[in-house]
């Protein structure tokens, strides 16, 4: 189950490293997969057989981009 957290909170655990991070980024992984599929279904269909990998791979650069630029976060808008 995803843990709540505010922005300092989301800063704070995908910024210590270890489990606590660990544990943070299967949580943000897990919000991007309900969040993202609606969005992308807008663009592709369900039925199509990419569908799904490209539903994964728009999650991992997201990671990846969230990591990259954590500490440029600015907390003017909600983490998530």
């Known amino acids: 189950m995803t ?8 800063l704070s655990d995908l ?4 489990l606590q991070r660990d544990i943070a980024l299967v949580d943000l992984h897990g919000l991007l997969h309900r969040a993202l599929p609606q969005g992308i279904s807008r663009l592709l269909s369900p039925e199509n057989p ?28 909600q983490f998530i």
């Open 15 to 18: 910024r210590a490293g270890g």
């Open 50 to 77: 990419a569908f799904e990998s490209l539903i994964e791979d728009t999650i991992q650069e997201t990671l990846l981009k969230v990591m990259d630029r954590l500490e440029t976060f600015e907390g003017r808008s």
């Open 3 to 10: 843990k709540t957290r505010d922005n300092d909170s989301w």
